[in-house]
């Protein structure tokens, strides 16, 4: 399957099953698509090149030009760089029968919040149901269940998720220790997350987060006025003005690194790069701002017709990007970070992120859940940590979700990338995990072209630079 397109002055060509990009000239990019049926047809050699010439006597090129770059497509074909076979539909039938282990928990620390955002699923931390905080041995006995279902695997990553996980964030400590101690026993080692929205942070927070906590994610959508629209206190108040100093700290604290800051963007902020070049000008440079997912008849939802300006937004995130970079301030924005290099494992290329297999979300009372966005729904309850997973039928439904059993995803050139998208998204608009969010399917298009354009401009500088 070949995708190509035309942003920010680039032709770009991508192989999507060898994950080869090329960008090349106007030339080249006219003749791409007229030798894929060709060789599809089984011709090779001389006589795919005669029937490409004939096929392209109309473009304006000479017929010099046209062979030549029709021997190097060949070429780039019979290296396994364009044109590739699809590898990996024979692979999914041992990758359904795979035995999957545990190897990450999203621990509900807290069923509880001190904010009110509009946008949460979560509604204010509750999850549908009462306010709890986990207590240190249901936690135990989660980190017990994740060693114990882990099978050979070493490195493990747990989340201290909410609500917000701060406000019960002793317990947060004594089951850091707890899982330090089963480390050298088990020969396990645990990569610890925190996800804050930062009314809490203070020296001593951050002092242990700072030694124990490999990664932490801070909530905030950007500027002032859009962040206290959608993420005020309970009391109405905005909350931008108590946490940015804080979350200016964190940063700093982590040398820029192993953390992000996380926000949302909704029908009410659709210029969302200006959200992100107003985090990147606080001087953050490690940044998420991600689009709501939301009932249509919420009126911050965003709609089909919003897409267009999405993606206009996207294209002017990207090429300021592009310009960061080569000022000498370089930011990551989350969804444009793609490895083109090395990238995902299979596995991770067919399934995405694992939930409901190798990823697990748990309750302050101990209930299994395939993500923390499944939480509350009781038919997707499956099991508990004192038992384990009692409805193994949803952990083999989740165990065969990949790429080819979504029919919209067989086509997409982006699959590989987003991996079939999020399972919740899908079953809670069209109430089937193997369906796609259609409208997360076209902005995550988007940003692939986007992340592999910057790529390109970036490589281009840095050959520039050398010679």
Not at 62 to 91: K, M
Not at 451 to 460: G, H, N, Q, S, V
Request: with cysteine; hydrophobic share 35%; charged share 30%.
């Amino acid at each position: 399957m070949i995708h190509q397109y035309k942003n920010n002055g680039y032709n770009i060509v991508l192989d999507v099953n060898s994950g080869s990009v090329h960008v090349v000239d106007d030339c080249v990019y006219e003749i791409v698509p007229v030798l894929e049926p060709i060789l599809k047809a089984g011709l090779s050699g001389e006589t795919a090149i005669e029937a490409a010439c004939m096929a392209c006597e109309k473009l304006p090129y000479s017929s010099n030009e046209i062979r030549e770059v029709c021997e190097e497509l060949i070429a780039l074909h019979e290296a396994g760089q364009l044109y590739t076979p699809d590898i990996y539909e024979d692979y999914i039938i041992d990758f359904k029968k795979r035995e999957t282990v545990v190897k990450a928990l999203c621990l509900h620390i807290a069923h509880d919040c001190n904010l009110a955002c509009k946008y949460c699923f979560a509604e204010e931390g509750e999850y549908h149901g009462r306010r709890a905080l986990m207590s240190f041995e249901v936690g135990r006995k989660a980190l017990d269940f994740l060693v114990a279902n882990s099978g050979n695997r070493v490195n493990l990553e747990v989340d201290f998720f909410g609500g917000e996980p701060t406000l019960n964030f002793e317990v947060v400590k004594q089951l850091v220790e707890y899982g330090r101690s089963l480390e050298k026993e088990h020969n396990k080692k645990f990569r610890f997350t925190l996800t804050t929205n930062g009314v809490l942070l203070n020296d001593e927070i951050l002092e242990f987060a700072n030694r124990e906590m490999a990664n932490i994610v801070l909530s905030i959508d950007g500027r002032k006025e859009v962040n206290d629209r959608m993420r005020p206190f309970r009391g109405g108040q905005g909350s931008y003005d108590t946490i940015v100093p804080k979350f200016k700290k964190v940063a700093e604290s982590r040398n820029q690194e192993n953390y992000y800051v996380r926000g949302t963007f909704t029908h009410n902020n659709l210029d969302f790069s200006n959200d992100v070049k107003h985090l990147a000008d606080l001087g953050f440079k490690q940044i998420s701002v991600e689009p709501v997912v939301a009932k249509p008849t919420d009126d911050y939802a965003l709609v089909n017709e919003d897409i267009p300006k999405i993606i206009e937004e996207y294209d002017e995130l990207a090429k300021d990007i592009i310009r960061r970079a080569k000022e000498g301030e370089p930011i990551n924005f989350f969804h444009f970070m793609i490895d083109l290099t090395g990238g995902p494992c299979v596995a991770k290329r067919l399934s995405g992120c694992g939930s409901g297999t190798e990823y697990l979300a748990v309750t302050p009372w101990g209930d299994l859940y395939p993500c923390h966005q499944f939480v509350g729904n009781e038919d997707f309850l499956m099991g508990n940590v004192d038992e384990g997973i009692l409805r193994t039928d949803i952990r083999d439904e989740f165990k065969c979700t990949n790429v080819y059993a979504k029919e919209k995803c067989k086509k997409c050139f982006a699959k590989f990338y987003c991996s079939g998208g999020c399972a919740a998204n899908a079953y809670n608009f069209h109430g089937d995990i193997n369906d796609a969010y259609d409208l997360g399917c076209e902005l995550q298009r988007k940003r692939v072209e986007c992340a592999i354009m910057i790529k390109a401009a970036l490589d281009e500088q840095s050959e520039g630079e050398e010679q």
